[in-house]
């Protein structure tokens, strides 16, 4: 099982990227699936989340009306457009496959519910 994210890049401020995140080895279209981030020195934290059929999102105070999460269940593939970029968005952007919560509308922030992640890929936003 693997997932594996790109379109991480360097941005301007006020600039906009799209984060791709596949899953190859499982399909993960049945599952909540999140994105997290991870700035140098600090902890891992929640960006956005979507139910299996992306009818429940959630996103960090942080980004809310900045980044939107969408997914192509037939591709396996989530996405993340990141809108109007700060350099606060700096970070190793990770995406993440939560097993528990499939089929349903739930979805949850917490890293640790979380069971599979990809390798990360980086987001600079120059000031």
């Known amino acids: 099982v693997q997932l594996q994210a790109s379109g991480g890049g360097l941005v301007q401020a006020g600039g906009c990227l799209r984060l791709s995140c596949v899953a190859s080895g499982r399909s993960f279209s049945s599952n909540c699936m999140g994105w997290f981030r991870q700035a140098p020195g600090k902890e891992r934290e929640f960006v956005a989340a979507?139910?299996?059929?992306?009818?429940?999102?959630a996103y960090a105070d942080s980004v809310k009306g900045r980044f939107t999460m969408s997914r192509d269940n037939a591709k396996n593939t989530i996405y993340l457009q990141m809108n109007s970029m700060k350099p606060e968005d700096t970070a190793v952007y990770y995406c993440?496959?939560?097993?528990?919560?499939?089929?349903?509308?739930?979805?949850?922030?917490?890293?640790?519910?979380?069971?599979?992640w990809g390798q990360g890929t980086l987001v600079t936003v120059s000031s």
């Open positions: 993440a496959a939560d097993r528990a919560r499939y089929f349903n509308n739930y979805i949850t922030k917490r890293p640790g519910a979380y069971d599979d």
């Open positions: 979507s139910s299996w059929s992306g009818g429940t999102t």
